[in-house]
């Protein structure tokens, strides 16, 4: 079983599972089909709502003679009569649900193999939200056990790992680490309908981030249970891979119908707010006349159709980089979930989320309301402008908030304060906090939207950034000529040039860290600028292309003379990812670097940092970016780990 | 033409739009038929995707030889290919545009009505945005001034009368009262195009509001050229009727798909994340291959499904009274819609909107962020607490947020302390801001969902209620016994009896007013409680059925006992319907109150507010229910106005 990450957002990601019956694309969905008793057939659901997997329950099949017999015979994809990957789960609920089954781990283990299950799992115990502490560790330890055992026995088919744990943060973490030692195929986060049923999302997203702090990075999770579109885009956001849905058919039986927001009693509609190809061909009343069984069905159908809709929109949104912005505006929908978001903003929850965040997204952040601020991407700019960034001068000049690019704005303002006196330093004061005037076409500084009406929270916070920054600084807020009047007149102003070197070095500094403009700009400097946009486009040092500029985000690519000269200054393993040395004829001929190819490397990469690659003697290899972290480069197996912009040819 | 208001919720309304062509339901989406280049024909639009009245351009018909000839000739119903509704534009956007055009204002009106128009426009004067007060006064007038020709000649045709004013507030509202004079049918607000353009939301709003404060509350409004569901609900909430949609066709021809929150163009997306029948029946790639009039036809059919099931979540969202909710959600998607919403937190508009906020709503209230305290139920809430609630004795207990109903989780608490003094109130500190005990069932303190992390300014807001309410009161903050044994030991404590009848008079203080429990609850006191919630049902007074209190929102619902004394005690107009004395043998015959039979009233009433009917000479004919506030009873010619519950036989 491979598992591949294709593209990301957030601590969430795109994947590529590939099982014996196909490939599916992750986050995905996976329909409960009840055995007994198909409403919508597996074959259906592929066909119509592009489902591309779906899990029924190996315990219900074995303990029914008839489905036994059939899936021994035909194997469980004859029982479904559906020829994609098909997933098991092994009685856990049950034993949960009825105090105790008959079953033993190895047995269903066995019978899973035996029907040709794509993805079995083992017969775990279900740690529940009301276990003494002892109590869940009692159960964990026990699901450890038989997880040990049950992974021997897995043969070919792939195999499910429950973490359990309760909602002891400890518990899970401690669990996910040991499951993750032994070979499994999918990891699977149990003992949350509870939570779920409850709406107890704030002890949810604390189970999934600890389950997740512990887990192997390159194998994919499932959120059990998960079936209401409410939960999905933070589920994802946090990790998770998988869900399984019997709301669709659950819900249809009670005439309820799944919408993005919530759940609705048909009856209590007056139209349906949809246009699915069943809302679209139904009227209302006709819905609400229809015979029983048709009725369920239809609403079933109806409910696939939003819950695929909100996989896909989740799947969209991480390929533009709107990830928290779906999380945040799913909050707005439910208290709970609002309130549960508040547990991203504890530092702790920040830097862990911070370590998936990408360096930079294809569109612009935008404000959604006091979580924004909480964002990984805001907390990593605050905490590098605090950090890596340093303002240079004594003298700050402050500027309100006003049209981006601020410093085409202020441009006379600017031109004349740097005419006078070229040791100042010059901020806007903008929605999103202090904007240092040559990070202004930076991302994340020119990429977002915030409202001029923002939160207090927010406003503090903004306040705290500015006054750590400028401490002991002396602070003008301009004021047009006078504070002009204020500046000695220096000899030597700056010049355009000089402003375009400040902006090179500050956008280094923020991008790279502190003095590794030193280090990639030393010597004499040229710059190629855009005629039209008069933007940055190359930095030349020496005659040395270093790096070039970003149109879209105003963020450095490195280039292969900028990638020696940090390679020679830096020390190992700062921008490194090593390759093991038999990867390296691939890379000298140009291939990008796989992710099984990875020994290590500097744990201060980010998904899609530039990177300098080295092999195991730290002999530089190339320049490029990161996919994926160096924790996750030594996970996945498969897929590609850096993408190699320039090479060194033998 | 009638219109009827069948529903509402914030200051938005489901109506009913009677036309010689038929009925359409309000909120309601016309989409723009550009009659040279029909793209979905108004018929399959009909058919395929509940459209129920379409528009088109008179101007541009009346300037094509062939369309005008097939015009005149067999109608614009005839030329459209269409027998429902069509409203027609009169060239003004094409002068906008252009400069200017070869059109007389009362030709394009007699054109209108020879062709058959069910809703023709008089030829207004454009206020663009960046006009100065003068220039926009002048436009302004010379619309007034047309408006006040062509009303005269419209015939049986109905007639829309555009409000302009550019962005000025007071000239939107003079101009609105100006043309509220007049008979017209149709109330667009005029000139908004390049506010909606340039996302100018905040002044949009603005526009909004002043033109609403001065029309005529009893016929439709149409906000003109708004296309793009983002802005739909906010501008329902604000009390638009009707949009018109070029959007649909006009983003289909650059290949751009509407989605709720925003469009997105099809070269961007990966996958369709929709399942309307148009992207359930085709994949992304046959979509992005196909020819271009194909494709702009499906995109364009794609855009009226998303349009409609926007407008179709506003009407199921108006009949739970969940509008707010959905208006802060989209402002959540769009920040300079986020910023928008700040203008109503301004006292002055929240004072507006509360005039047409309902008493009471199917659900509860959520919590989305910010805004959600300007909310004008939340202000209400606020301002009666502070005016017509008052804490009765010198000290007060507060407890913190718990489960909710706080009296039961609390229940031990509270009846050792009346035990001991029957002579202090007791307040919940919650999210949602000071709770007095005996409102906690109450209408929005029970029906409300406050998350436990809400925003600062939310914060500070509950405190500054919290500071008034208990101002110059000693505060003791519960500690259990300690608390206790700081409350002096009476003689004698509270009975249950004794806090039911709290309860019935603090409800009663919060619903009619200061006092009213005492007009309302003089003499003996029997009630009658529910077994199995112990909720409080009907309220005795001497033996007569004075008020019930409703289980789902613990208001009361006056009986006619309660009626008499209110109408005896409480000087004339309070609570008062005045309906002319030729309707009084209908309302003593069972029949509702219609909306043509209202003379006047009480302007503090509001929707869903109980009420008293009399008649001219103040004789208490019943009670009953408000559907409207009184001036809009004024205003409707149609409709019903109060529903009766009981009423004086003769």
Known sequence: ???????????????????????????????????????????????????????????????????????????????????????????????????????????????????????????????????????????????IKRAKISVLYKGEMGIALPVQGSIYPELRFACAQQLSKLDADLFPIGGVVPLMENQRYTDLVKVILASKKGLDPGKPVHLFGAGHPLIFPLAVALGCDLFDSSAYIKYAQEDRLIFSNGTQHLKDLEELSCCCPICSSYHINELKKSEK?????????????????????????????????????????NPQLYNALSVLGKKEEQEY?????????????????????????????????????????????????????????YEQEITAIYRRNPNVDILINSSLGPVPIFLDEMYPFAQSEFPEFIDQATIKHNKQVFNHLT??????????????????????????????????????????????????????KSLVKSKKTRKIRNVY?????????????????????????LHAHVPFPRFRVVVQNDAVPFIKDGKSVFAKFVKGGDIQLRPYDECIIVDQQDQLLGVGRCLLTVDEMIAFSFGQAVKVREHISD
């Open 293 to 333: 069984i048709q009725r369920t069905k239809l609403i079933a159908e109806h409910n696939l159709y939003i819950s695929m809709v909100e996989i896909k929109k989740i799947r969209n949104a991480i390929r533009v980089g709107k990830l928290w912005e779906l999380v945040e505006q799913k909050a707005s929908e």
């Open 471 to 524: 401490k002991g600084k002396k602070v003008l807020y301009w004021d047009g000529k006078k504070t002009l009047e204020l500046l000695k007149q220096e000899k030597k102003g700056m010049t355009q040039l000089d402003m375009d070197i400040k902006r090179i070095q500050n956008v280094a500094t923020m991008q790279f860290g502190r003095n590794t403009d030193k280090i990639l700009f030393k010597g004499k």
């Open 353 to 409: 989320l911070e370590k998936h965040e990408p360096v930079y997204k294809k569109k612009a952040i935008f404000y959604t309301g006091p979580h924004t601020i909480n964002r990984p991407q805001l907390y990593r700019m605050n905490q590098r402008l605090q950090q890596w960034y340093q303002l240079a001068h004594d003298t700050i000049i402050v500027f309100p908030e006003s049209t981006k690019p601020y410093h085409v704005t």
């Open 541 to 565: 040092c020496d005659d040395d292309h270093i790096v070039s500029m970003r149109a879209s985000d105003g963020m450095f690519t490195l280039k292969l003379a900028g990638g020696i000269r």
């Open 1 to 143: 079983m491979k598992f591949e990450l294709k593209d990301r957002d957030a601590s969430g990601r795109i994947g590529k599972l590939y099982t014996p019956h196909g490939t599916i694309t992750t986050p995905s969905l996976l329909p409960v089909i009840n055995p007994n008793k198909i409403a919508v057939s597996p074959k259906e659901m592929k066909k119509q709502f592009d489902i591309e997997m779906v899990i029924t329950n190996s315990y219900i099949i074995s303990k029914h003679k008839g489905l036994k017999e059939k899936a021994l015979d035909s194997g469980v994809h004859g029982l479904l009569d559906f020829n994609g990957p098909i997933m098991t789960d092994s009685g856990t609920f049950q034993s949960y649900i009825y105090g105790s089954i008959n079953m033993e781990p190895l047995e269903i283990i066995k019978f899973q193999k035996e029907i040709g299950v794509d993805i079995g799992t083992i017969l775990d115990v279900f740690g529940t939200p009301n276990q003494t502490k002892t109590e869940a560790e009692q159960g964990m330890k026990e699901t």
